[in-house]
Every structure is written in C-alpha cells, then in structure tokens.
C-alpha cells in the first residue's frame, strides 16, 4: 500500500501534475474519473485540466488511507482529503477512492472518484 499512497500523494502536487513525463508515468491511457463536481474525466480532458492548473500557495491534505486488492495488479486505495489554504483554512473536505493498475513495470492510475463529505479532524497538519 505504501508505494500507492506515494503515488497518490505525487498526483496531488501541482510541480508533478504539471510534468508530461510525470503524468504520463502515473496516469494510465484508459483513465476516468468522476470529480467531487460530479463532472467526468478522461485522459484527455483531466491532462488539458492539468496543464491549465494556475500555481496555489493551497496544499492537498490527504489521510485514513485504505487500500483494498481486486486483482493482485489492481488496487483501489480509499482515504480522505481536504484543501488546506496558505493561511490554514480547511475546505474541500472529500471521500475519495482510486483504483490503480500494475502494468507489468509501474502502477498506474486507471480510476479515480471524489465525493463530497463533512468536515473530518485532519491528522497531522
């Protein structure tokens, strides 16, 4: 589970979301998503949200991570997130689960869904 939580943590960092190579390591070609806005993604459209992203002083704050095998090469890793702004405002609170793929040389994010939550005590800020 480690190594996916790492990988996970990775995608939520704008300097690695802004990286062809680092997106194309970690986002398989067949990826999805359905957003915490309830909006759908493809591998196209999350890489063009991406490459739009504008720098922010906010940080993603993620815990409880849980991790579930589907298939030996296929994980869903559930856990919490909450957007944490440069002043320590906390919004963005969400559920979130992704499902990850070993391709025969790496993981991949192949799945991903945010949903809305109440507010959590966040852990180690």
Known sequence: MDILVE??????????RQNK?????????YFSEVGKS???????????????EKPSNARVHSQSYECIQ?????????????IVDEAGEVS???KRCSIWVFTGT???????????????KLEQI
């Open 7 to 16: 990988l996970e943590v990775e995608l939520h960092k704008y300097e690695i």
């Open 21 to 29: 190579a680092d997106r194309e390591r970690l986002i398989h070609p």
């Open 38 to 52: 309830g909006n759908s993604y493809d591998y196209s459209s999350i890489v063009e949200m991406m490459e739009t």
């Open 70 to 82: 589907l298939e030996p090469s296929v994980q869903l890793l559930k856990y919490k997130s909450a």
């Open 92 to 94: 963005g609170y969400a």
């Open 106 to 120: 790496s993981w991949q994010l192949k799945y991903h869904q945010g949903t809305p939550c109440s507010p959590f």
